[in-house]
């Protein structure tokens, strides 16, 4: 059920026969600590202030509406940017607000290095850092900021990258000896009609 959830909310960024393996997302504490503030000033303050003073509620239900909108934007940032780690790549997807989307996909062929950053106390204490991944070819890095267990995550991408490229050279090999089996057939084939017309 979870798994055909995430395929259908993220479908749009998949190509045709992708298949989603894991989705890292920022770890769930820095969605808590940015909601925290929302929540308090945006629900606990006019939920106060409306049994202090409930000559204003038309006031209190219009500022809680805007904590509600507020939490879920940065519910919309938390849940959207994500890592999808697919059979064939990663596709980096970033969101800011409701509009704002931007999609990055990597190849797992075109990695060249993954790198990981845990800074301060914070994060050394809940295990939450900056990973970060060079594409081959352009030059262009991806980073997926405050990554739960980011060793994990390398470590799964790795995994991931080996079997990928372990699958492709298969292909690739079974491709050359079909293209070379099909050369020596048409080859063999040429020599006996030459060997026929003499």
Same mark, same amino acid.
């Given at each position: 059920? %979870?798994?055909? $959830?995430?395929?259908?909310?993220?479908?749009?960024?998949?190509?045709?026969? +992708?298949? !989603?393996?894991?989705? =890292?997302?920022?770890?769930?504490?820095?969605?808590?600590?940015?909601?925290?503030?929302?929540?308090?000033?945006?629900?606990?303050?006019?939920?106060?202030l409306w049994f202090l003073i409930p000559q204003a509620r038309i006031a209190y239900v219009i500022w809680i509406a805007v904590g509600l909108l507020g939490l879920s934007y940065h519910y919309m940032n938390w849940y959207y940017d994500v890592w999808l780690l697919t059979n064939r790549g990663i596709i980096d997807i970033e969101r %800011?607000?409701? $509009?704002?989307?931007?999609?990055?996909?990597?190849?797992?062929?075109?990695? +060249?290095? !993954?790198?990981?950053? =845990?800074?301060?106390?914070?994060?050394?204490?809940?295990?939450?850092?900056?990973?970060?991944?060079?594409?081959?070819?352009?030059?262009?890095?991806?980073?997926?900021?405050?990554?739960?267990?980011?060793?994990?995550?390398?470590?799964?991408?790795?995994?991931?990258?080996?079997?990928?490229?372990?699958?492709?050279?298969?292909?690739?090999?079974?491709?050359?000896?079909?293209?070379?089996?099909?050369?020596?057939?048409?080859?063999?084939?040429?020599?006996?009609?030459?060997?026929?017309?003499?």
């Amino acid at each position: 059920m %979870k798994r055909r $959830l995430r395929h259908f909310i993220f479908s749009s960024y998949l190509e045709d026969g +992708e298949k !989603i393996f894991e989705v =890292i997302r920022r770890h769930i504490l820095v969605f808590k600590l940015a909601a925290a503030k929302t929540s308090f000033f945006g629900l606990v303050v006019p939920g106060f202030l409306w049994f202090l003073i409930p000559q204003a509620r038309i006031a209190y239900v219009i500022w809680i509406a805007v904590g509600l909108l507020g939490l879920s934007y940065h519910y919309m940032n938390w849940y959207y940017d994500v890592w999808l780690l697919t059979n064939r790549g990663i596709i980096d997807i970033e969101r %800011k607000g409701y $509009l704002d989307v931007r999609a990055t996909r990597i190849e797992y062929h075109l990695i +060249e290095d !993954i790198t990981y950053t =845990i800074k301060g106390l914070m994060q050394t204490i809940f295990n939450y850092g900056d990973i970060m991944i060079d594409k081959m070819v352009a030059r262009v890095s991806v980073t997926l900021k405050d990554c739960p267990n980011p060793k994990k995550a390398e470590r799964l991408i790795k995994r991931y990258q080996k079997k990928y490229v372990f699958e492709r050279s298969v292909k690739d090999h079974d491709k050359l000896k079909d293209m070379l089996s099909d050369m020596i057939s048409y080859h063999v084939q040429g020599e006996k009609i030459n060997i026929d017309k003499k």
